[in-house]
């Protein structure tokens, strides 16, 4: 045994998962970078991957690279931080207990790399520095947008055109051209709020699209309505664009002025948020007819580019 490891063999009877990695299916995780996406590249001031130290740096559970810190054991087997917590501390391969050893040359070895962004497919020529790599890919201009439909866990990704066609196709978003809009909103039971996404609709206009939600959800105890634009596109492209929503009847009338936000920005971020009209049920039920019977709202609203 070596010296300061311990024999942990209970954790691989009552985790059998982990007890033979060598017939366990590969599983890349998020913002990870896969093992066959990636290439060496020389730099000015780094040194090419090569397949050696591209081997070294794989991390044996979930062949994605390993970033810092990474872990050894006593007998010198590598994994990454992730891996260390999936395993219970037990090394996969000896078995040996891991303790909380780093592999301090490895992590050096790979401050010395240079790899290019993941995306280097889809247009983005730049190379990084090991370890500045997964940050930038992380804000990578030319990373694949997520599906922006709010009514479900979709996980269809892609770029705007390819977003376009699948919400129309797959989802049947209504398509609008033009720059002003004037939507009815029904609902038979104006108290119930679970699982009421109910609105997407994409317009059309200046040569790009934007998202128009609408929904009702709980802001701490209390129901209340939102209505909200986003962005097809990134969100410095976003801020050159104003949009104006309004709702009223009996001659009163709620007014938001805004700038849309990008898709980069999640439904539920932009909702929590609060950044967009906001509509208390009292009010809406009043703009409704005021019977708590039906709620019936009609928002308008313009799109419109700063100069």
């Not at 802001?219 to 209505?227: C, E, F, H, S, W």
Request: proline content about 6%.
């Amino acid at each position: 045994m070596a010296p300061g490891g311990g024999v942990c063999k209970e954790v691989f009877e009552s985790h059998p998962t982990f007890a033979n990695y060598d017939i366990i299916k590969p599983k890349v995780e998020k913002n990870s970078t896969p093992v066959n996406s990636v290439t060496g590249v020389g730099g000015k001031h780094g040194m090419p991957l090569s397949n050696s130290v591209h081997e070294l740096l794989v991390c044996p559970i979930c062949s994605s690279l390993m970033y810092r810190p990474i872990h050894q054991c006593p007998n010198g087997h590598t994994l990454c931080s992730n891996c260390k917590i999936r395993v219970h501390n037990c090394c996969p391969t000896c078995r040996l207990d891991l303790g909380n050893i780093r592999c301090l040359a490895l992590e050096r070895v790979a401050a010395l790399l240079e790899l290019p962004c993941r995306y280097q497919n889809l247009g983005c020529q730049d190379v990084f520095p090991y370890y500045s790599k997964l940050k930038h890919e992380q804000n990578c201009r030319l990373r694949p947008y997520n599906c922006p439909y709010a009514g479900s866990e979709c996980s269809v990704t892609g770029d705007i055109q390819i977003l376009v066609g699948h919400l129309k196709d797959d989802h049947k978003v209504d398509m609008h051209d033009g720059c002003t809009f004037n939507h009815r909103y029904v609902k038979s039971d104006p108290h119930e709020v679970e699982n009421a996404t109910w609105m997407l609709t994409i317009f059309n206009c200046f040569g790009r699209q934007f998202c128009l939600h609408f929904e009702a959800f709980k802001l701490g105890t209390t129901p209340v309505y939102i209505a909200f634009l986003r962005f097809m596109g990134e969100d410095f492209e976003a801020k050159k664009f104003s949009y104006a929503l309004e709702v009223g009847a009996y001659g009163r009338k709620l007014i938001w002025q805004g700038v849309p936000r990008s898709i980069r920005d999640c439904h539920r971020k932009v909702r929590d948020s609060q950044d967009g009209l906001m509509i208390p049920r009292n009010l809406a039920l009043f703009f409704s007819g005021g019977d708590s019977q039906e709620l019936k709202l009609r928002i308008a609203g313009r799109i419109w580019k700063e100069k």
